[in-house]
């Protein structure tokens, strides 16, 4: 941006330093032409000073603009300060219930899988009754035997599962 002048006067002079001897001669002998020479620097000056005045106006008026812009700013910076200190005091007021949804789930799970541990163990008991209701004077006593062993292993691994199932979620319970 280009330096306002110091004086008023100053364009004017700058503008009469760089005219010729004879120009000068002429301005100072006719005085319509010196009236208009002034007026033409006159104008210049006018208009230079209305620029400058648009300037300054402008200047002010982003200033008050900006300052209207912090104050709306600040506002906004207190409301989300604010609903961020709501949005924490909800998540610390959320926690204990998300930790007793969590608890409730572990505990659906549970018993879904006791249940199953249950029917399985029913179903084993049932086949191992089966099997030895089954046998008769021609049963291979030896595949019998083998079969019947892996059968009660199967049972006794599923009735001791569901045991320590059931006495975890017993001490559990009791906050053991």
């Not at 700013?73 to 005091?89: I, P």
């Not at 249940?115 to 179903?123: I, N, Q």
């Amino acid at each position: 941006m280009a330096a306002v002048s110091k004086h008023p006067l100053d364009d004017v002079y700058s503008t009469i330093k760089t005219l010729s001897t004879e120009e000068l001669k002429g301005l100072l002998e006719d005085d319509e032409l010196l009236r208009e020479y002034f007026e033409q620097s006159l104008t210049a000056f006018k208009a230079k000073q209305d620029l400058v005045r648009n300037i300054k106006t402008q200047i002010f008026e982003e200033a008050q603009k900006n300052l209207t812009a912090k104050d709306e700013f600040e506002k906004v910076q207190v409301e989300v300060e604010t609903l961020r200190a709501a949005v924490y005091q909800r998540q610390q007021d959320l926690k204990p219930l998300s930790a007793r949804v969590e608890e409730v789930q572990q505990e659906g799970n549970i018993h879904a899988v006791i249940g199953r541990l249950e029917g399985a163990v029913s179903e084993a008991e049932s086949q191992c009754r089966e099997m030895a209701s089954n046998t008769d004077s021609d049963t291979n006593w030896n595949k019998f035997a083998t079969d019947f062993i892996k059968l009660r292993k199967t049972l006794h691994y599923r009735q001791a599962i569901l045991e320590r199932l059931t006495i975890d979620r017993t001490d559990i319970g009791h906050g053991r």
